[in-house]
């Protein structure tokens, strides 16, 4: 069985070469992720698929207050932008030009967070539309 752990990159770390640690607000939004978006992990028995060859163990990441997982940090945090930026500290997320809440751009253009997106493309479309009318009846 090819480990693809080892694959992945290496956890974060902050400036200081530390891992990330959690306060427990943190803690609290990062276990309720892991039993909600973590394809490794047992709800029910708590367990981590990928340690212990298959048989689980523990989750490591639900006991701990530091960011220690590879696939929680790569796969799983990233799910949640705003945890993600609260956690990580990233310099490179931007904000929503409305709300203000993190965005993670894909790409340069990128200006609005998901839920502003529709409002805003649907006012730009109107006032769009209501222009384009008035030359059209004309």
Known sequence: MNNFLKML????ENERGELYS????????VKKLIRKECCNFNAE?????????GRGCVCPQMISNHIICRWFNHAVLPQ????????IKDTECK???????AIFPRGNKTKYCPKC???VWRKQRTEWQRKYRSVVEK
């Open 117 to 119: 997106r529709k409002k």
């Open 80 to 87: 949640d932008p705003s945890l993600y930026v609260d956690v």
């Open 22 to 29: 959690l306060t427990s607000e943190q803690l609290l939004k």
């Open 9 to 12: 990159p290496p956890i974060s």
């Open 95 to 101: 904000r929503c030009v409305v709300c203000g809440t």
């Open 45 to 53: 028995l708590g367990e981590c698929f990928l340690l212990n060859g």
